[in-house]
């Protein structure tokens, strides 16, 4: 509030701040370590970093003032953070899914993510390799497995994670997946979750 009222000039604060407020009077804003985002383990994370700078981009200029931007990265040629810069959205979203059908991700696939959670890390190892060798040897027509392979949060207080993903044109090959799943006895030691289509990779 004391921000709104005027009576601070300088507000600093997570990706929260690029979430819808209208400031009439900011006139300068800064994006810090852009890098942090840009670099994530995760398909999407440049389709996020664009979409942070172009918010948080959106907060200056709203009044009478002029707006101007400063993007600090290590990056300065990511054409996520260039087009970001430009505001070009459809420069983005041509490049984004060029990289996207190389790679063999949405929208030229579904995905099915299965994550194995436990404190015991060999029996996580073994299990996620049980199901990858159960789906190899399904004979499921295109489907693609890849791992078992630490998941980027690797390790969570005491438990151990570990994914495998799937990659399928067909989503109907993916759902005959996760009743296959269903049907499994897995150790109880461990837990397995799975997520269609996942919004997060993490």
């Known amino acids: ?16 701040v690029a ?18 985002a840009i670099n994530m383990p995760d398909f ?14 959106g907060r200056a200029g709203r009044g009478d003032f002029p707006g101007k931007v400063f993007v600090q990265t290590y990056s300065p040629d990511s054409f996520a953070i260039q087009a970001a810069c430009r505001a070009d959205i459809e420069s983005f979203y041509r490049e984004e899914l060029k990289i ?27 299990e996620a390799l049980k199901v990858k060798k ?3 040897n399904s004979q499921l027509s295109s489907l693609e497995v890849y791992g078992p392979a ?7 207080k005491d438990n ?18 996760e009743q296959t799943l269903k049907e499994l006895d ?10 269609m289509n996942p919004q997060d990779m993490l």
């Open 44 to 57: 999407r994370a440049s389709e996020r970093a664009f979409q942070l700078i172009t918010q948080v981009a």
């Open 1 to 16: 509030m004391s921000f709104k009222k005027g009576l601070a000039q300088i507000l600093i604060g997570t990706q929260i």
């Open 160 to 177: 151990f994670r570990y994914s495998l993903l799937l990659k399928s044109r067909n989503e109907e090959i993916l759902i005959k997946v």
């Open 150 to 156: 630490p998941c980027p949060r690797f390790r969570i």
């Open 19 to 36: 979430k819808g407020l209208d400031f009439p009077g900011v006139s300068l804003v800064g994006v810090i370590t852009v890098d942090t």
């Open 100 to 126: 996207r059908k190389n790679c063999f991700y949405p929208p030229y696939c579904s995905l099915l993510n299965i994550t194995f959670t436990g404190s015991q890390e060999k029996i996580l190892k073994n």
């Open 134 to 136: 159960l789906l190899q």
């Open 186 to 195: 897995f150790d109880q030691k461990i837990k397995v979750a799975w997520d």
